[in-house]
């Protein structure tokens, strides 16, 4: 019994047959009753249907009236990707689907997720008082990594992270909307099929506005098969989270204050344009050291620069990890620098073998020095 099955089984005989086809749908054969209407996305609309057993799915139905064939392989890229991606706990779960040829509708049918981290930041944000919350900031940053620690584990970019497509499912962040993603071929590069229909530019990194490969106008750039290919990598989502948790900190994302959408692209690219990172978050709530500087490290317009998504969920992000009381988390790399620095010191044919005196201060000023990398990059190593 596939999981669908499983899931959608009645204890009685199917009753497909005797339901009226107004409001019912079926997929595949199977009969689910369409309820209420829970997204919009670009391209489709997303209801919550109810299968026999009343248990609730989402059901994504894309129009593909007007689609050209890079878009069609967009949504079969997506399925795929979904497919590939059906165990992990971190991405919404595909359970069917369907393309009806005369209607030119594709129905996705998915896990029901709850509401998207859009929703969940404009009430947050728009409410009478608005106050940056460190405690749930830090908590849904962590939901948002590991989503994107799963799909990375996979050498998949998502390319397309914002709030709407963080989903909250009982309590837990999932992933959507793999539209633009695509496997990775090597080390740090991924070809990304994007369809014409891009979306706001306030998440997009510097390197996917600059990308060499994107098509400009009148000499398109394709790939063998004719799709159009774009090359960006796992530091692109990097930025993108970035972005998010800017707009969780100061009640927009870094670029937003721009008005015009040229301009907005253009600032995006262009390092002379500094992101401002106040003391004070929205309400006037002041903004911890470590978190601006993880803030910081994921918004370098040098892509080489940001730290992994690994990283930002390493013991070394203070700001992720704070309950550490006096203590620090320390890297492996760090012990090793502090290590290399206590030898070089002792091989000093000048001065000799430290004293027991000496060797007393280290501890102190090791852990000054520790303190003041995490103020200043909000991370130990
Ligand atoms: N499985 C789901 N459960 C509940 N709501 C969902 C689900 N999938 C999508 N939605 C809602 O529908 C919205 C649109 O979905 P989605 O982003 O997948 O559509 P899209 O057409 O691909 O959008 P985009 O224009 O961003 O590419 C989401 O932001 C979310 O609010």
Not at 78 to 94: G, M, N, P, S, W
Not at 200 to 216: G, Q, R, V, W
Request: net charge positive; aromatic share 6%; proline share 5%.
């Amino acid at each position: 019994m596939s999981v669908l099955d499983a899931a959608t089984k009645t204890a009685g005989a199917s009753t497909t047959k005797s339901k009226k086809r107004r409001q019912h749908i079926l997929i595949n054969g199977k009969l689910f009753t369409q309820m209420n209407k829970v997204g919009k996305g670009g391209s489709s609309d997303v209801y919550c249907v109810m299968a026999e057993n009343y248990k609730l799915f989402a059901l994504k139905k894309v129009k593909l009236e007007d689609c050209d064939e890079s878009a069609m392989r967009g949504f079969k890229g997506e399925i795929d990707l979904l497919t590939k991606l059906a165990d992990v706990e971190r991405v919404i779960r595909l359970f069917d689907w369907e393309l009806d040829n005369e209607k030119q509708v594709l129905s996705v049918l998915m896990e029901k997720g709850d509401q998207d981290l859009n929703r969940i930041l404009t009430i947050q944000l728009n409410g009478t008082d608005p106050k940056f919350d460190p405690v749930l900031t830090r908590f849904y940053w962590k939901e948002m990594l590991e989503c994107v620690q799963a799909v990375h584990d996979y050498d998949i970019v998502h390319s397309d992270l914002k709030p709407a497509n963080f989903l909250s499912v009982q309590g837990k962040l999932k992933l959507i909307d793999f539209g633009i993603a695509n496997a990775i071929d090597i080390a740090h590069t991924v070809n990304v099929h994007r369809d014409s229909h891009i979306g706001t530019p306030n998440y997009m990194s510097p390197e996917s506005i600059l990308d060499t490969n994107a098509p400009t106008p009148g000499s398109e750039r394709t790939s063998n098969n004719g799709s159009r290919l774009m090359k960006i990598g796992k530091p692109s989502d990097v930025w993108s989270l970035g972005c998010i948790l800017y707009q969780m900190v100061y009640g927009r994302p870094p670029f937003a204050h721009i008005a015009n959408q040229i301009s907005r692209i253009m600032a995006i690219t262009n390092s002379k344009v500094v992101i401002e990172f106040p003391d004070k978050g929205v309400g006037g709530v002041t903004v911890p050291s470590a978190l601006k500087g993880t803030l910081r490290r994921c918004l370098q317009r040098d892509l080489h620069a940001r730290p992994t998504v690994k990283q930002l969920l390493s013991l070394s992000d203070s700001w992720l990890y704070p309950d550490v009381g006096n203590a620090v988390a320390m890297s492996e790399d760090l012990l090793a620098q502090i290590i290399d620095k206590v030898v070089e010191r002792c091989k000093d044919p000048k001065r000799g073998i430290p004293s027991p005196d000496e060797v007393k201060q280290y501890p102190a000023s090791f852990m000054s020095k520790i303190r003041e990398m995490v103020e200043r990059d909000g991370v130990v190593g």
